[in-house]
């Protein structure tokens, strides 16, 4: 966690420039690739040495993720949402985190394996999931 956690600040830090360049839906969508990638090699890996590695995926997974979803948020909630939409977001992370620590723990209990073949499917899931919602509009007006 501590190698994802720093590899991950600069990227947070310099995010409006990434934003200059890039549109919010695009970083968006790199994120949602770079999870199912993350995801996939995590399960080909061999080796702590490679795991840590891996972790400085995190540059492109939550480090691009979490300030972009609040930009793209701010671009399609009313105003008037905003707030209720912060809520909403919170509490969808703070159940996912939760329903997944449980979910993994008790997919350990078959194998590591099979907790990891769980986690590259919810990752396709969610990369699926926003390339079907997230339409040609979207990817032209918010940036």
Request: charged residues 10%; aromatic residues 14%.
């Amino acid at each position: 966690l501590f190698v994802a956690c720093i590899s991950g600040a600069p990227v947070i830090f310099f995010f409006q420039y990434f934003r200059r360049k890039v549109k919010d839906t695009t970083l968006i969508l790199i994120s949602a690739f770079a999870f199912l990638a993350k995801a996939v090699l995590i399960f080909f890996a061999r080796s702590i040495t490679a795991v840590y590695a891996i972790q400085l995926m995190q540059t492109c997974t939550y480090a691009i993720l979490c300030p972009a979803q609040v930009y793209y948020a701010g671009a399609k909630v009313q105003i008037s949402d905003m707030v209720k939409g912060q809520a909403f977001l919170t509490a969808v992370f703070s159940l996912g985190c939760s329903a997944g620590s449980f979910l993994g723990g008790q997919l350990l209990g078959f194998s590591v394996g099979t907790m990891l073949l769980a986690g590259i499917g919810c990752a396709l899931i969610g990369t699926l999931i926003l390339l079907f919602t997230v339409n040609k509009s979207d990817l032209n007006k918010v940036m």
